[in-house]
């Protein structure tokens, strides 16, 4: 796993390695108030879930709308990343504006994943209805990128990427992520693949390569 801001793919490349955009949202964590405890667990969960290569750009930036819309542009326009996760900023207060930086920075809406994480945080907590994660396209130049805002929770973080499951590991209810690597399919990305003990990747048949 990379942490590369430059080295860039150009625009004609088609790599093999997916690049992940991770984007803490924080003021506090920011300005060194406390320490970021999202992107460490973005980045350990990714770790143990994806077992194709994959790079990740990390950026911790404040509440601050502009700045998470200019962010995000420039992790899909010139970083090229093909997934962007963040993390923070999706609640109801006036500090909250992850999900509206993002839309502004977005082609289309992807209600989907937004609906999913609330829906498994519900088994928890009754305030997910609080929760405003969106999931949303970027469309540039030929390229093409998923941003997902996830909870600020590193436990919330790993309960809606990877589902819930009964004590014999049965999925109860599917995480996120499982429609992620077919999503980036989709879209033109690099084909992603996931370890099934962790998250199994849902793709129709005619979707399938045969494992290495």
């Keep these: 796993m990379k942490n590369p801001m430059t080295n860039t793919p150009t625009n004609t490349e088609k790599s093999t390695t997916v690049r992940i ?5 924080s003021d506090r964590a920011s300005s060194g108030i406390y320490e970021d405890l999202g992107i460490p667990a973005l980045e350990s969960w990714l770790s143990g879930a994806i077992s194709s290569p994959f790079e990740v750009v990390t950026q ?5 709308s502009a700045l998470i819309t200019q962010t995000l542009i420039e992790l899909v326009d010139v970083q090229r990343c093909d997934l962007v996760l963040t993390t923070g900023g999706t609640g109801p207060s006036r500090r909250d504006v992850t999900p509206e930086a993002t839309l ?3 082609s289309r809406e992807m209600p989907g994943f937004g609906e999913q994480m609330r829906q498994i945080s519900l088994r928890f907590v009754p305030t997910a209805i609080l ?6 396209l970027r469309e540039i130049d030929g390229h093409s990128a998923l941003i997902i805002n996830l909870p ?19 999925v109860m209810t599917p995480g996120i992520f499982a429609a992620v690597p077919y999503c980036i399919d989709l879209i033109g990305g690099p ?22």
């Design 104 to 106: 502004a920075a977005a």
């Design 60 to 64: 911790l930036i404040a509440d601050e």
């Design 191 to 212: 084909y992603m693949e996931t370890k099934d003990n962790i998250v199994k990747a849902f793709r129709p048949k005619s979707a399938l390569k045969p494992k290495a």
């Design 152 to 170: 600020g929770q590193p436990k919330a973080i790993a309960e809606t990427l990877e589902g819930l499951k009964d004590p014999d590991g049965k």
């Design 131 to 136: 929760s405003r994660q969106v999931g949303a």
């Design 21 to 25: 955009g991770l984007v803490s949202i």
